[in-house]
C-alpha cells in the first residue's frame, strides 16, 4: 500500500531555530506540493514541483520558507528562521502530474513554534 | 481567482440521518471538482471526484454532482454513521496534475 511519508510527524521548537520537514512521495509520482493548515487560514498552498522543478511557490514566504527536491524521493521545507506564527499542520502530498489523477497527502508535520 | 466556498459548521447529525455539505466555487474555465476527508490526527484522503459537468462521483456511500449551471458540488449520504465524523474538505484543481485549492472545510459530528 503505496504512501507518502512525511518526518517529523510533530516539531516543537524556539523561535529564531531553523526547521526542516522532510517528504518522501509516493515510487512514481512526479509532482509533490507543500501545503499549510492553521484555522485561521485553511489549507493552503505554498509550493510545487513537478519532475523536481519548481512550478508555483508564490505561497510561500521567500525571506524565510525554501522547498526543495534533492532527488525524486525526497522533498524538504526548510524555515529559517523559525516564526511562532509558523505554527502550523505542513501537509507533503504527491501525484502522478498527469490528466485527473488522485492527490494523495501524507500524514503530515505539526509544527510549533514557541 | 478561482475560489472554493463550502458551508460552515459544526454540523452535528444523528446516526442514520441524511447529510448534506454545500460547495460551491468561483473559477474562470472548468476545474475537476473533489471532496477529501480529513479524520482527526491524518492526513486528507480523497472521498470523490468529478471532472466536467454533470458527472457524478460517488464512494461509500457519499455522493456529489458536478453542476455547472449551479456552480457546485454538495455532498450528500442517504444515512451517516458515527464513523463519518470528519472535516470534509471542497476543493477544485483548474489545471491538469495541478495545485488543489480548497474550500475552509465543514466538521461533521455524528451521534449514536
Known amino acids: 500500500d503505496a504512501r507518502v511519508t512525511q518526518t517529523p510527524r510533530h516539531k516543537v521548537t524556539e523561535m529564531g531555530q531553523e526547521v526542516t520537514m522532510r517528504c518522501q512521495p509516493i515510487?512514481?509520482?512526479?509532482?509533490v506540493f507543500w501545503y499549510r493548515q492553521t484555522m485561521m487560514q485553511g489549507l493552503e498552498l505554498l509550493a510545487y514541483?513537478?519532475?523536481?522543478?519548481?512550478?508555483?511557490d508564490s505561497g510561500m514566504p521567500k525571506d524565510r520558507f525554501s522547498a526543495e527536491m534533492p532527488d525524486a524521493t525526497l522533498a524538504t521545507l526548510k524555515i529559517q528562521p523559525s516564526e511562532p506564527r509558523d505554527s502550523a499542520v505542513y501537509f507533503c502530498?504527491?501525484?502522478?502530474?498527469?490528466?485527473?489523477?488522485?492527490?494523495?497527502f501524507g500524514p503530515g508535520t505539526r509544527l510549533t513554534v514557541l | 481567482g478561482d475560489s472554493v466556498t463550502q458551508m460552515e459548521g459544526p454540523v452535528t447529525l444523528s446516526e442514520e440521518a441524511f447529510l448534506t455539505i454545500n460547495c460551491t466555487y468561483t473559477a474562470t474555465g472548468y476545474p475537476s471538482l473533489f471532496w477529501y476527508v480529513q479524520y482527526p490526527g491524518e492526513g486528507l484522503q480523497l472521498l470523490l471526484k468529478a471532472t466536467k459537468a454533470d458527472d457524478k462521483g460517488s464512494n461509500k456511500g457519499f455522493e456529489a454532482t458536478y453542476r455547472k449551471e449551479t456552480t457546485s458540488f454538495h455532498l450528500e449520504k442517504g444515512s451517516v454513521q458515527v464513523s463519518d465524523s470528519a472535516v470534509y474538505f471542497c476543493a477544485l484543481r483548474y489545471n491538469q496534475g495541478g495545485k488543489l485549492i480548497f474550500g475552509q472545510g465543514t466538521e461533521l459530528s455524528v451521534k449514536p
Open positions: 515510487l512514481g509520482h512526479n509532482t
Open positions: 502530498a504527491s501525484g502522478s502530474g498527469s490528466g485527473t489523477d488522485t492527490q494523495y
Open positions: 514541483f513537478r519532475n523536481r522543478a519548481p512550478l508555483d
